[in-house]
C-alpha cells in the first residue's frame, strides 16, 4: 500500500491495517530506521512507577521458595498460573 507523507511529517495508516492490528486513535509507536526501511511497531507506555512496583512484585516471587522451581517464559504465563492457583485449576 502506498500513503503520501503529508503537512507536519504526518502518515495515514490505511483503515485494513489499523483493523488488522487493533489499533486505536493514541496509540504509541516506536519507530525504527532498519536497512533504508522505516518500522513502526506499537507499544505500550507505562509510567516509571508501574514498572517499578511490577518489577518489585517480580523480585518478591522470585524470592518465594514457592515459585522457585518455576519457569516463566513472560509475564501472561506467570499472571496466569497465579490465577489459576487462585482458582484452583
Keep these: ?8 511529517s504526518q502518515i495515514t495508516l490505511p483503515k485494513e ?17 532498519e536497512n533504508g ?3 513502526l511497531q506499537p507499544v505500550a507506555v507505562y509510567s516509571k512507577e508501574y514498572i517499578s512496583k ?4 517480580i523480585k518478591v516471587l522470585r524470592e518465594d521458595p514457592k515459585y522457585n522451581n ?10 496466569n498460573n497465579l490465577k489459576n492457583e487462585k482458582t484452583g485449576i
Design 1 to 8: 500500500m502506498i500513503v503520501e507523507l503529508r503537512k507536519k
Design 17 to 33: 491495517i489499523v483493523k488488522q492490528l487493533c489499533l486505536n486513535e493514541g496509540d504509541n509507536f516506536e519507530v525504527i530506521v
Design 37 to 39: 526501511c522505516i518500522l
Design 54 to 57: 511490577l518489577a518489585n512484585e
Design 70 to 79: 518455576e519457569s516463566f517464559k513472560n509475564v501472561d504465563d506467570l499472571i
